[in-house]
């Protein structure tokens, strides 16, 4: 919630279709994503530096893809 993404390894989406853009994430292995913050996340919570995710996982039986990255994460609270 709160971001947009508007490229994938170098391919606008901002004018792709549906189907366009789902054929470009199920056919890449590796991506570089340019996101962008709609602003639906408290401000606290945002970044304006690049983030590197070092690994992600995928799993068969649950369509999602996870970007693990503990240096990104938010602070747990206390």
């Not at 789902?22 to 919570?45: A, E, F, W, Y």
């Amino acid at each position: 919630v709160g971001d947009q993404i508007i490229e994938v390894n170098g391919t606008s989406f901002e004018e792709a279709t549906h189907d366009e853009a789902v054929q470009i994430l199920k056919t890449n292995k590796r991506m570089s994503l340019v996101i962008r913050d709609v602003g639906k996340v408290p401000h606290s919570c945002t970044t304006s530096r690049p983030i590197v995710v070092p690994s992600s996982r995928y799993q068969d039986h649950d369509p999602q893809l996870v970007l693990e990255s503990p240096g990104n994460r938010p602070p747990s609270p206390s």
